[in-house]
């Protein structure tokens, strides 16, 4: 990907949702709501705090996460839609066990 982001702002790709509920129900496109969930595609260096040191961010390219419902800026980089948000508006990591990577 040819796009850095700066300081403290994280581009993040959407994980799609499931097209079904757990009952069966296929789910239409006019009725989804955007994924909640995302995977960290690249990060910024990071942001300097009051003594001008470089704070390295929490998050790291490859972590999935979950963000607010309107966080972020919505841009299309090399195709792909992306989302460019600050690392405030992540709310966590989602931490994936050894036994579902097995199983993904």
């Given at each position: 990907m040819g796009f850095r982001p700066l300081h403290d702002r994280v581009v993040v790709k959407r994980?799609?949702?499931e097209q079904k509920t757990a009952g069966g129900i296929i789910i239409p496109d006019t009725v989804?709501?955007?994924?909640q969930e995302g995977e960290v595609v690249a990060v910024g260096p990071g942001i300097r705090n009051d003594k001008g040191e470089l704070v390295?961010?929490?998050?790291?390219?490859?972590?999935r996460?979950?963000?607010?419902?309107?966080?972020g800026t919505e841009v299309k980089v090399d195709?792909?839609?992306?989302?460019?948000?600050k690392e405030?508006?992540?709310?966590?990591v989602v931490e994936v066990s050894a036994s579902a990577k097995k199983a993904a």
């Open positions: 994980i799609e949702a989804k709501e955007k994924p390295a961010l929490d998050v790291k390219a490859g972590d996460v979950l963000f607010g419902k309107w966080s195709g792909q839609d992306l989302l460019i948000m405030s508006d992540i709310l966590g």
